[in-house]
C-alpha cells in the first residue's frame, strides 16, 4: 500500500506503546473498550468540551486541530496554552487518566503535537505538559533534540507499518498486555504457542 494518507497523532503513543496495538487499532480499525479506555474517553470529551478562556497573561484554547505536510500528521491538541509576551510561549497540553511514565509513550505524541505546531505558526515550541488525572500532577516536557529524535523516529516507523500493511507479532514486553484492551482480540499467548508462521518462514528460508 502506498504510504500517501496522514496518521493519526494518536497512532504514535499506541506504536511506542506496541506496534501490534497500533495496526490492529489503525489497519485492522480492532477497538475493544475497557475500564482505562473508557475513562480515558470520558476525560477527553470533558476537555474537549470547553471553550477558549483568558487568565491573566494565558489563553488557554481547547480541542485545536494540527496537521503536519512534511510529517503527514493529524490530530487535534487537548489544551494550547499561549503566554503572552514579545514572543508569546505556547505549550501544547495533552490530558492523560493514568500516571506519569519512564517510557517516552506519552512524550512522543505531545512533541508531534508540538512539530506540527511548529510548522502550522512557524514558530518555535520548546515546551508542553501533560497533565496526569490519577497523580493530580502536571509533567512539564522539554522538546529537546533526543526527544525530537525519538519522536520522528516512531513517526518514520509507523508510516512503514502502513507501508507495508503487515500487523506484527505480539510485543516482547508482555508486562503491557496486561493493561491492553486489545488482549482478547490480539491474543498474544495463542500466537506465541502457534509455531506455524516459523515453521512457514522455515521452509521457506532453508
Ligand atoms: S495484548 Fe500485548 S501484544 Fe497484543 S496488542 Fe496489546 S500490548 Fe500488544
Not at 502506498?2 to 506496534?19: E, K, R, V, W
Not at 517510557?103 to 514558530?123: H, S, T, V
Not at 533526543?146 to 513517526?155: C, S, V
Request: aromatic share 10%; with cysteine.
Amino acid at each position: 500500500m502506498n504510504d500517501q494518507h496522514f496518521l493519526a497523532i494518536s497512532a504514535l503513543q499506541h506504536y511506542a506503546y506496541c506496534p501490534r496495538q497500533c495496526a490492529l487499532i489503525h489497519l485492522e480499525q480492532a477497538w475493544a473498550e475497557n475500564f482505562f479506555t473508557a475513562e480515558g474517553k470520558v476525560l477527553h470529551e470533558r476537555v474537549d468540551s470547553g471553550v477558549a478562556e483568558q487568565r491573566r497573561s494565558v489563553r488557554y484554547e481547547r480541542g485545536v486541530a494540527l496537521i503536519s505536510q512534511r510529517y503527514r500528521l493529524t490530530g487535534k491538541m487537548d489544551l494550547l496554552e499561549i503566554e503572552a509576551g514579545a514572543s508569546p510561549i505556547l505549550r501544547p497540553v495533552e490530558y492523560k487518566r493514568g500516571r506519569k511514565k519512564a517510557e517516552d509513550w506519552d512524550r512522543i505524541q505531545l512533541c508531534a503535537q508540538a512539530l506540527c505546531l511548529e510548522e502550522m505558526r512557524d514558530i518555535e515550541v520548546t515546551e508542553g505538559a501533560i497533565w496526569y488525572r490519577e497523580q493530580r500532577k502536571r509533567e512539564n516536557v522539554l522538546f529537546d533534540a533526543a526527544l525530537r529524535r525519538t519522536t520522528i523516529d516512531t513517526i518514520n516507523a509507523a508510516h512503514q507499518l502502513f507501508e507495508t500493511y503487515i500487523t506484527p507479532p505480539p510485543t516482547k514486553k508482555r508486562s503491557r498486555c496486561r493493561a491492553c484492551s486489545l488482549f482478547d482480540i490480539c491474543s498474544p499467548i495463542a500466537f506465541s504457542s502457534d509455531h506455524s508462521s516459523s515453521y512457514i518462514t522455515d521452509i521457506y528460508e532453508s
